[in-house]
């Protein structure tokens, strides 16, 4: 009996440790979490319940990465989106002496050289933030709306290059999701193909 008891508990065990590391579903509570920013300001998405936030993985090292910012793309899709209320939050869960990790005085500086708008950049070197929400590549994207629901995570657009002459003919599946929201109608592409980099992350120990 006490073998069975053993055997259950340990099942338990596994099966909430499983669910705890899910992938992040869409039409689910977003994961919450609370982190620093660049200014070491702590900031937690649950703050921002009530707004829709845009959570943006990069690493300025990053092919992919450069596309979208030296194309000013990203950028001028930040302050599109942050001038209508919209929270935006660049992630960065590169760890030390990886490819894209920063300090907040060197994140800030990033920020400003490139001319981006985030609302907060987010320092992840032990991608924690990373991991509860399965960010695998940079850019890599997710869109929380008011209510604390997942409603997008993938791709930025669906041309997966480096070259910045795709931008154009690309369908960017952010925009066009913040586009749904604002009219009141479900995300049409939900879930997409995320492309770009891998997330440098901290090696397991």
Known sequence: ???????????????????????????????????????????????????????????????????????????????????????????????????????????????????????AVILDPEGSVGHLYDARTTPHMFIVNGDGTLVYMGGIDDKATTDVADIKTARNYVRAALDNLAAGVPVESAVTRPYGCSVKYKPAS
């Open 1 to 119: 009996m006490s073998l069975l008891k053993s055997a259950a508990t340990v099942l338990v065990g596994f099966l909430m440790t499983a669910t705890a590391n899910a992938a992040p579903q869409i039409g689910k509570p977003a994961p919450d979490f609370t982190a620093v920013d660049s200014n070491g300001k702590t900031v937690k998405l649950s703050d921002f319940r009530g707004k829709t936030v845009v959570l943006e993985w990069t690493n300025d090292g990053c092919p992919y990465v450069k596309k979208h910012y030296s194309s000013n793309n990203i950028q001028t899709l930040q302050r599109e989106e942050t001038a209508k209320g919209i929270v935006w939050l660049t992630v960065i869960s590169s760890a030390p002496g990886t490819q894209g990790y920063v300090s907040g005085d060197e994140a800030n500086k990033l920020t400003g050289s490139r001319g981006a708008a985030p609302t």
